[in-house]
């Protein structure tokens, strides 16, 4: 017994922490499927404890290989002279050990599951996971989901000395000074024609800026169905149509707002119209953009909640200044 | 038994979807203190089923006021001939029904509950909450936080039609293109400025954009606090201590880094040092307005994971473009 225990305590030390074998104890109450009820009942009161968290005890044969459960509430309910084979649930699933942390909250959430065996490749019983330390898988993914966008780490306590913050957040402005600079060197490239207009200064943040808050929209939900496992190869097209057509259609909108109020503001025909052809097109791009990106990041194995608002702006950014500087030296210089 | 279950149905009813009453259920089995757990045993054995995600059995006096718990584990390995009252669970919390819901899920979280009692205010028993239902709710706070921050409704399906994704978002462009034609005023404001120095122009947008993400970092860190009840009144001022010593620092570094990459793009050394001062000043707001617009908006009952991220962009557009293009009004033309 104590041999067989600490071969389990092994095997939960060798499995990654977001698996199902990570997330696992070794906690559990076996029977086997040929004793009465009454056994059970009987080597219940005999062992006196019962682990928190034990709402089934596990089935098991004589190689420890998993069979299925019995609820807690069936003991206390059915007949004691039946046995264990006749009122064992045989189609609960056994979670393989390899499975990843956030599939299993997933079942949890579906079957509304209490605790769940964990088998190895074999079918044989490893041990069990319980609800409450899937809750701290579920509020986890969130957690990191939340505080990835923003570059910063879950373990990023909200009191942690002031230089150790400092440093951890101090990469992302790192990276997000790139990403201006970038945008600044395509600015650069249109000094002469902003000399001429000094209007384009003023305008040009609006299309970043518009792009920016579209993409990250359609970022976000992408970003979410990923996580949660609602969006794949399967229906990304469709997914990517729809944003496009929203992207448009917003564009569109948005393009003429901007469009009547440049107008107001400068008087200016040709620059209102430069100015709603950019919003129309960044718009789109950023559809685009916020579709593909987190799909493109996840398949090479990125986080797409850590890098993908990086890359969207970064886009979103260029982009707007572009089109708008570019349509007006074009046209208007 | 009909009359009062038509009774507790209707209290539940009553409830709003986001308190402990509105996430009750009434299925509970209760017992009274003063009789043998054999008697239960033989109860819930000719009852015959128990409900899901039971895992005790509320005790309650002859007026149905909460008095304790008993675990089905506790019936399973005590002596039959111990009364309830002897074994009972006395110390459980019963939730009132009037508790948030998110303060229901803190306490499921913090003591691994599977189910927990719901009272009156008279402390009479109503119903029970049980871990299913908290899961859903831990879920869908986390999706409220992600997608409130991108102004998106959490009822925004992936895969909604076109017309209505667009009608909910635009709203939310709208909101943001106000705060861009506030920003773009500002920058009216100086455009013979820019006229003068057109590199104003190809700087400008790095101060606003390092300003807006380091905001944004602080920003998250409190709405997720407030979320999670770990950010009150009492630690506020530790936190904006903490939070504007850390927007000073990273202000200091960025302020230099910029400086010297103004100073190799455009050898103008008083150009550089008004890019730098302009940095550190809007990193030290967005500190300030991070910390402190969430908390502003908490107590004025708005959702601050919705509102929060505009009011944060205006604040560090405004200041970065102000910042930078008013110090180079005075210093520089």
């Known amino acids: 017994m104590n041999e067989q225990h600490r071969q389990r305590l092994e095997a939960v030390m060798s499995f990654s922490s977001d698996t199902a074998g990570g997330l696992m104890n070794t906690d559990t109450i076996t029977v086997r499927a040929d004793i009465s009820l009454d056994v059970v009942l009987r080597y219940l009161r005999f062992r006196g404890e019962i682990p928190d968290m034990t709402d089934n005890l596990i089935v098991v044969n004589r190689e420890g290989k998993f069979l299925g459960t019995i609820q807690l509430t069936d003991l206390l309910t059915e007949d004691p002279s039946l046995t264990v084979a006749e009122i064992m649930a045989r189609d609960v699933e056994a979670i393989p ?3 990843a942390a956030r599939d299993v909250a997933n079942l949890f959430e579906r079957r509304d599951l209490v605790s769940a065996p964990v088998v190895d490749e074999n079918g044989n019983l490893l041990g069990r996971i319980t609800i409450d330390d899937v809750v701290d898988v579920i509020r986890e993914e969130a957690n990191h989901s939340i505080m990835s966008m923003a570059g910063l780490n879950e373990e990023d306590d909200m009191f942690a000395p002031v230089i150790r913050s400092s440093r951890r957040r101090t990469v992302w402005l790192g990276i997000n000074l790139l990403t201006a600079l970038l945008a600044s060197w395509v600015i650069g490239n249109f000094e002469h024609t902003i000399q001429h207009l000094v209007a384009l200064a003023v305008l040009m943040p609006i299309v970043a800026s518009m792009g920016g808050i579209a993409g990250s929209q359609t970022l976000t939900l992408v970003i979410r169905g990923i996580a949660l496992g609602q969006v794949g190869g399967a229906n990304a097209r469709k997914l990517l149509n729809k944003e496009l057509a929203v992207g448009a259609l917003n564009g569109l909108v948005w393009a003429l707002v901007v469009g009547f109020v440049a107008f107001a503001w400068f008087s200016d025909t040709q620059l209102s119209i430069i100015l709603g052809l950019a919003m129309l097109l960044n718009l789109v791009v950023a559809a685009l953009a916020g579709a593909t990106i987190p799909l493109i990041l996840h398949k090479m194995g990125i986080d797409p909640a850590l890098a993908g608002g990086v890359v969207l ?21």
């Open 313 to 333: 702006t970064t886009v979103t950014d260029v982009v707007g200044f572009l089109a708008f500087l570019g349509m007006a030296t074009w046209f208007l210089v």
């Open 97 to 99: 050990a390899t499975t």
